[in-house]
């Protein structure tokens, strides 16, 4: 598949903007297969971190204590099911079928489990209903276009409800989209795009589009060179 991009009308040193999205499913649906498998015990045992150091920094008191929530990018699932565990409405939305085959197959039997196959924008696009917090773990909304979901996000929490995010910091310097090659150099021609901003530049997003009770910061890796992780939470105002 070859795709044409058009000259952006107000800046010819940029093309079209990343808003095609028919790319990505394929990219995580092999992302999804080069996961090792583990088992269920494993899995739910510090299944629901926001870091990349298993068991380090906060867990899921930062959604507060909500009765129904939704994750955008849900992975493995292991987050939704320990949720659910918790008697929490625990929905999920992944994008790769393969990631919403496995998550069912593991965590299906769970009350309160949801998983459903979808792409972030069109499933907030089309949802009727709100929840109490929504959230990505290293998930869709660091994939998304933020001017475009958080308003979707917005809509679909119920007044006072939170967003909570993580993702990896920005490399210093470079903020904004960022482009990868989805089929790698030889492939076709497919991309997946991420958004990479500071803190500071979150909290400014999330306060463009209308949340308060902002607080964006790098919580430390367990040893100081390492890398630490970017968490993000905002509220809708009642
Ligand atoms: C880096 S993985 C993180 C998965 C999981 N949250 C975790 O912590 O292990 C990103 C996940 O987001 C999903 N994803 C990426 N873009 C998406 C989109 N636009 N809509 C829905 N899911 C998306 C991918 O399929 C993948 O499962």
């Known amino acids: 598949m070859s795709r044409v991009l058009s000259p952006h009308p107000k800046d010819p040193t940029r ?23 583990e088992t269920r015990e494993e899995a739910l045992k510090d299944a629901f971190g926001w870091c990349q150091y298993a068991g380090h920094g906060p867990g899921n008191e930062l959604l507060g204590d909500p009765l129904t929530t939704l994750e955008l990018g849900f992975g493995r699932g292991n987050a939704v099911a320990a949720l659910a565990t918790k008697g929490i409405e ?12 496995h998550a069912i197959a593991r965590w299906g039997h769970l009350t309160g489990a949801h998983f459903v196959q979808a ?27 933020p001017d475009v979901l958080l308003p979707l996000v917005h809509e679909r929490l119920i007044p ?3 967003l909570v995010f993580s993702h990896a910091p920005p490399v210093p310097g ?29 909290a400014a997003l999330l306060r463009k589009h209308g949340y308060t009770g902002i607080e964006a910061r790098v919580e430390p890796a367990p040893q100081p060179d390492l ?5 993000a939470t905002a509220h809708r105002p009642r």
């Open 15 to 37: 093309m079209s903007e990343p808003t095609d999205t028919s790319g990505i499913a394929g990219y995580w649906d092999r992302y999804a297969a080069g996961i090792a498998e």
């Open 227 to 231: 890398l630490g992780t970017l968490i």
């Open 174 to 202: 470079a903020y904004g989209v960022q482009g990868m090659y989805a089929d790698g150099f030889r492939g076709r021609q497919v991309w997946v795009y991420r958004w990479a901003y500071e803190p500071e530049g979150w």
């Open 160 to 162: 006072g409800g939170r």
């Open 90 to 101: 625990a929905t999920g939305i992944d994008v790769s079928p393969l990631q919403c085959e």
């Open 119 to 145: 792409e972030a924008t069109a499933y907030l696009n089309d949802a009727t209903r709100q929840w109490d917090a929504i959230y990505s773990i290293w998930g869709a909304l660091w994939f998304t276009d």
